[in-house]
Structure formats: structure tokens, C-alpha cells
């Protein structure tokens, strides 16, 4: 059987079993995530800078174990992107901090906004995510705090001279430094999704979303704060989870 009819015979298999039509077995569609790392003895660490090396892992788990559904590894992105960016809300696998070179990514909940910006965050989002849910999260935006609206709109000059500082430009420098790694990466990626499909294996995901919840609850008030927002200030929580909603379905 060539890897195009295999692939066939697979994609009939899962799209039978979605319609709820009798099949001959059920769909093997395992999400692996890092355990061809683990298996094939390379360390989560190594994954996020060795991305070839991470590849010949994912090739040989199907090669070995024949899924019906092709898997790959979720949520990962270079660790040096982590290092420049200066992330504060993850920690990764083998970190300047000392996780372990083998552990998960741990997600590091805080509020990055306070109980009392609601209204700011409903009425003016783009201004409250630029100059302080971004620089909250990555320490490469703290040059945004700086950044005078009145100042910049109504001075002649202002735009040019706010965003031309020494700060700012080093900003530039960090994020295109990381446009570089993030497109090296994003080609290994698309390598290895090439290559599956190929060797005959039918993807089922291509993106994924979020909760209007979560959205709010793990990004910016944290568990503790939407908890007891939950009832002091029901009404805003309401008036977030709608826009959250919108964006969902306008995107999908």
C-alpha cells in the first residue's frame, strides 16, 4: 500500500468514526506531545533548540508506531525566544530560573490586571495591552510604559521622538532577532507537518482557541482575583466575557 492510499484509508477511518458510521476498528489518535523526545532520548531542553533533531524524533515515533492521526508536539516555540523576550508568565524546560532540562512548561499565573482597570481594559484595550498587559508579561515591552498618548498625538513630532528612543530601538532589535528564530522554527515545523503527511498520516487540528473564561481567569486576573470578581464586580466580568466571545467567532 503506497503512503497516499494509507493516508485515504486512514482519513476515511476518521471522518467515518466523526459521522458515527460503523468501522472496521477504532481510530488510534494518540496526542504523544513530548513523549518522542522522551523515548528516543533527547531532553525537553534540547527540543526547543535542536528543532532537527526534535523532527527525526516525531518521523521515527510514526515510522515505529503507526498512529492513524499524525502528532505533533503543541505549544512549543524556541527557548531563546523565551531568554530575549523575557517572559515572566512561563517558565520552560532547562530556563535561566533551573526547571528541570525534562519538565513540562509551567504556566506562572499572576494578575496582569488589576482589580481596578476594568473600564480602562473595556474602553481603551488596545492602549491598556500596549502599556500594561504587555510589558507585565515580557520585560522586552517595559520601554512601552513610557509612551505619552497626549504627547505623542499633539506634538509634531511626538510619535517619532517616543517610539526613536534608545530604549526603543533596542526593543526593535530584540524582537527582530526573534522574528529570525521564530521563522527558522516555523520552517522545521512545517517540515515535519510536510513529512507526515507524506509517510501517509492525516492531521485533524490546525489551531486551536481558548475559553472566554480562561481568557480572563488565567490571563489577566489570575484564578484568586476572578474569584472574588466573581462577585464584587460581576458586571465587568460579563462585560469581558462578551467581548471575548466575539473575538472567538469572528476569528474562527
Known amino acids: ?20 458510521k460503523p468501522t472496521k476498528r477504532m481510530v488510534n489518535a ?3 506531545n513530548y513523549w518522542p523526545y522522551y523515548e528516543y532520548g533527547m531532553t525537553l531542553a534540547d527540543a526547543l533548540k535542536d528543532y532537527k533533531r526534535g523532527n527525526d524524533c516525531f518521523v521515527r515515533f510514526h515510522r515505529e508506531f503507526h498512529p492513524d492521526v499524525a502528532s505533533m508536539c503543541s505549544g512549543n516555540s524556541p527557548s531563546k525566544i523565551y531568554e530575549i523576550a523575557g517572559l515572566k508568565t512561563v517558565r520552560w524546560p532547562g530556563d535561566p530560573k533551573g526547571l528541570d532540562k525534562n519538565a513540562p512548561f509551567q504556566y506562572i499565573e499572576y494578575e ?27 520585560s522586552i515591552f517595559e520601554p512601552l510604559t ?5 504627547s505623542m498625538c499633539t506634538r509634531i513630532t511626538g510619535a517619532v521622538d517616543a517610539f526613536t528612543t534608545p530604549e526603543m530601538l533596542d526593543m526593535y532589535k530584540k524582537l527582530s532577532e526573534i522574528a529570525k528564530i521564530r521563522d527558522d522554527y516555523r520552517n522545521y515545523s512545517k517540515e515535519l507537518k510536510n513529512t507526515l503527511i507524506e509517510m501517509g498520516y492525516p492531521f485533524i487540528s490546525g489551531t486551536g482557541s481558548a475559553t472566554a473564561f480562561d481568557m ?3 490571563t489577566l486576573r489570575c484564578t ?4 472574588a470578581d466573581l462577585i464584587l464586580q460581576p458586571d465587568n466580568i460579563q462585560k469581558c466575557l462578551d467581548k471575548f466571545v466575539d473575538i472567538h467567532i469572528k476569528s474562527s
Open 1 to 20: 500500500m503506497t503512503a497516499d492510499e494509507r493516508y485515504n484509508e486512514r482519513q476515511k477511518l476518521i471522518e467515518d468514526s466523526i459521522a458515527l
Open 30 to 32: 494518540i496526542r504523544v
Open 112 to 138: 496582569t490586571m488589576m482589580e481596578d482597570e476594568y473600564d480602562e481594559f473595556l474602553s481603551t484595550p488596545a492602549e491598556f495591552a500596549i502599556k500594561k498587559f504587555f510589558p507585565r508579561t515580557c
Open 146 to 150: 513610557k509612551l505619552d498618548w497626549l
Open 216 to 218: 480572563l481567569a488565567d
Open 224 to 227: 484568586m482575583g476572578f474569584f
